[in-house]
């Protein structure tokens, strides 16, 4: 079991989604993974739908919290009980292609890669697929990532061996504080050009409010990384820049 994967779903109010999404992950063809859903105390029909599949298939871990508690501590619940050499990410909204699992460890083990992460595509709230997919430069170090976060969480596989225990602050933008972190450690992200999952794009998406982005982004900045003033005027338009341009094209 040295190379089990260890998938990490928060969720909240995911009963229109959840089920294709762990539909994705019972679609991989690399099946040494087990999946730590963590249900943050939905209110809908999402916990019915999740005893469901994990009465099915034995891999599939549910577990419940006491009281709300937000995605950042539903992800490090599920972090904690965590059994696999590698962590991989999936939101209750999203979905992996069947080739993600494979093509990704299969990179990591004969490149001696960390920390890996790949292109994705997005789709509507109905699952359709819009004409946008966001491409990853082959290399980020934390220099790169701070002016400009290309790491979709949705893609992000991590080798536990090689970086350690590691769980996200309670702060917006906790993934991109995440990897910052991990970074900051001198460890080197590597992006694989392949879309290998897909993003469920709504009205609602949080990164879709750019004004409080800018904010937590700063906020991270300043008080996770306690960065100069200085430094951190010049990462945040690099940022910005950065995400124009990543928004902004088409494919």
Same mark, same amino acid.
């Given at each position: 079991?040295?190379?089990?994967?260890?998938?990490?779903?928060?969720? =909240?109010?995911?009963? #229109?989604?959840?089920? @294709? $999404?762990?539909? #994705?992950?019972?679609?991989?063809?690399?099946?040494?993974?087990?999946?730590?859903?963590?249900?943050?105390?939905?209110?809908?029909?999402?916990?019915?739908?999740?005893? $469901?599949?994990?009465?099915?298939?034995?891999?599939?871990?549910?577990?419940?919290?006491?009281?709300?508690?937000?995605?950042?501590?539903?992800?490090?619940?599920?972090?904690?009980?965590?059994?696999?050499?590698?962590?991989?990410?999936?939101?209750?909204?999203?979905?992996?292609?069947?080739?993600?699992?494979?093509?990704?460890?299969?990179? *990591?083990?004969?490149?001696?890669?960390? =920390?890996?992460?790949?292109?994705? @595509?997005?789709?509507?709230?109905?699952?359709?697929?819009?004409?946008? $997919? &966001?491409?990853?430069? /082959?290399?980020?170090?934390?220099?790169?990532?701070?002016?400009?976060?290309?790491?979709?969480?949705?893609?992000?596989?991590?080798? $536990?061996?090689?970086?350690?225990? =590691?769980? *996200?602050?309670?702060?917006?933008? @906790?993934?991109?504080?995440?990897?910052?972190?991990?970074?900051?450690?001198?460890?080197?992200?590597?992006?694989?050009? @392949?879309?290998?999952? /897909?993003?469920?794009?709504?009205?609602?998406?949080?990164?879709?409010?750019?004004?409080?982005?800018?904010?937590?982004?700063?906020?991270?900045?300043?008080?996770?990384?306690?960065?100069?003033?200085? /430094? #951190?005027? =010049?990462?945040? &338009?690099?940022?910005?820049?950065?995400?124009?341009?990543?928004?902004?094209?088409?494919?």
């Amino acid at each position: 079991m040295s190379d089990l994967v260890s998938i990490v779903t928060p969720v =909240f109010n995911a009963a #229109s989604y959840v089920g @294709e $999404t762990i539909e #994705s992950v019972l679609a991989q063809d690399y099946q040494n993974w087990e999946m730590l859903i963590v249900d943050d105390c939905s209110t809908d029909n999402s916990l019915s739908i999740i005893e $469901t599949y994990s009465r099915f298939d034995d891999r599939i871990r549910l577990i419940r919290l006491e009281q709300n508690s937000g995605v950042a501590t539903a992800r490090n619940v599920a972090l904690r009980n965590a059994r696999g050499r590698y962590i991989a990410f999936l939101d209750s909204d999203d979905t992996w292609y069947p080739n993600k699992l494979t093509r990704q460890i299969t990179y *990591m083990k004969a490149n001696d890669v960390a =920390f890996s992460f790949s292109s994705y @595509e997005w789709m509507d709230e109905e699952g359709r697929l819009l004409n946008k $997919t &966001i491409r990853v430069p /082959r290399i980020v170090d934390y220099d790169r990532l701070l002016g400009g976060n290309p790491i979709g969480c949705l893609t992000v596989v991590i080798d $536990t061996d090689k970086v350690g225990s =590691f769980e *996200m602050p309670p702060i917006r933008h @906790e993934d991109y504080a995440t990897w910052l972190g991990i970074t900051k450690r001198g460890v080197t992200a590597h992006g694989i050009d @392949e879309c290998l999952a /897909r993003y469920r794009r709504s009205a609602q998406s949080l990164s879709g409010n750019k004004i409080k982005s800018v904010a937590w982004t700063w906020s991270i900045y300043r008080s996770y990384l306690k960065l100069g003033f200085t /430094r #951190s005027v =010049f990462s945040l &338009i690099k940022y910005a820049c950065s995400a124009i341009a990543r928004y902004a094209n088409p494919f």
